[in-house]
């Protein structure tokens, strides 16, 4: 049976009530509800909540009940709405829907603050407390128990990875504020890793990194010396020459890869044998951007076994653009899934839904997912439930 499955929140599937939320769901032909396990702060606009339209998640928390004993130094933090109800609970007891369990792993500002040491580091010593380091210990152990343990206590299906890795610079913390010009140079330096963990495992690999870490932090220097604003178009170009010229910046890029793609592999030997293990690789837009974070595609299909990835693009010839370098990337390796968004900014019309659905179906993609339940409105589903509807005709 193909993956069809919307993705949600705790907090709306108890506001609307559980089984509720399922027959709507069934009636639009989605067979599972991957819902939010781990997850970060937010200000959501929520269409058709009936208790308010603004919900403020509580930061870094779990929506599941943890093996408290299981955990050593970084631990998860229960949600408050657990101390009434487990939501999580009540929908892998529906004997009709499937559960996916969605786990945002390393984007956790709550546990960075509490464990600072075990967070990114950038090349002038400043802690990127929403980012755990993925070659932090104590970071791998937290994400690869996290998984162990929701797979180990609950019938779900199988679980959703999301931020595995290295998270850009520009994303992840509340209020980002600068009176200099940002560009995709000055981000991509800025977003490097240089944690001790991440220097000493570079550098293991043959990797100079602490020489890498003095010329970055020197070119961030002359450049906020300078009266410079670069243009996008030319700091992108930069960029790549750097990649292209340092050997040292290219050999520490893929060496983050090997990072993310081994802690998917150790998550994959951690969970319950029969639990799907899928991969959300990237924020990039395109997804072939995703290099940035630490994801090889096709390694992490190889890891995991799934990769789900976000076509999150205004039509269906941008999707089916981005399908093609992806299925090129992957090569074969694993299972490809793709996750949509029926609304905005992306598929805005009931035709766009649909076409981008045939894109990826014929291309190969019987798996598919849609963001997300909470903040669409009730035409979104519809439109949604046609899309899928045609393909069973």
Known sequence: MAYRAMYG?????AESGVTAVLDELRARHINTITLAASYHAGKFIRPRGRSGKVYFPEDGTVYFRPTAERYDGIRPVP?????????????????SMDANAWLVLLHNTRLGESHPEATVENAFGDRYVYNLCPSAPAARRFAVTLCADVTDHYPVRGISLET???????????????????NPWIDNLLGLCFCKHCITGAEAAGIDAQ?????????????FASELDFPDDMAAAFWLADVVLDSGLAEF????????????AEIRAAVREDATVA??????????????????LAALAR?????????????ANRIGSDLWD??????????LRGLLRPGHPDLTTCQAVADAVATLHASGVEDLAFYNYGHLRRASLDWMGEALAALER
Request: contains cysteine; positive net charge; aromatic residues 12%.
């Open 279 to 296: 991969v959300i690789p990237s924020v990039a837009r395109p997804s072939g951007g995703a290099w940035y974070e630490g994801s090889d």
């Open 9 to 13: 929140y705790a907090w709306d599937l």
């Open 253 to 264: 890029l893929r060496w983050r890869c090997g990072v993310v793609s081994s802690l998917v």
């Open 164 to 182: 595995p890795g290295y998270l850009p610079y520009a994303h992840g913390f509340h209020h980002e504020f600068a009176l200099v010009r940002q």
């Open 211 to 223: 020489r890498l870490r003095q010329d970055v932090r020197g070119s961030i220097e002359r450049y």
């Open 326 to 335: 992806v299925q090129r990337r992957l090569g074969g390796a694993g299972r």
């Open 79 to 95: 949600n408050r709405m657990l101390a009434e109800r487990d939501v999580l609970d009540e929908v892998c007891r529906v004997a």
């Open 303 to 315: 890891a995991a076994g799934i990769v789900e990835v976000c076509f999150y693009e205004p039509g």
